[in-house]
């Protein structure tokens, strides 16, 4: 799998494009932390691309309030 780090960001994320879309990988958890990653919708990419990091920062905040995330999160590979 071929990954490429887009944005690495102080508040435990990361923005990676995989085949060609972007993913965003979150740190989420308290005392027991891990990370899921979230393949961005085309509404989530497009505010990626005209916002920056805002867009991602907001995505990331979602994220690790609802790490399921509506059921879109998988774990990040080890």
């Known amino acids: 799998m071929s990954e490429e780090v887009v944005y690495q960001s ?3 994320y990361r923005l990676l494009r995989e085949q060609g879309e972007l993913v965003i990988e979150v740190v989420v958890g308290g005392f027991a ?4 990653r979230v393949r961005l919708s085309a509404d989530e990419a497009q505010a990626y691309a005209s916002e920056g ?7 990331a905040n979602a994220i690790m309030a609802d790490p399921p995330f509506g059921g879109r999160s998988t774990p990040a590979p080890d």
């Open 33 to 36: 932390m891990s990370a899921v």
């Open 53 to 59: 990091s805002r867009a991602s920062d907001r995505l």
């Open 10 to 12: 102080p508040l435990m």
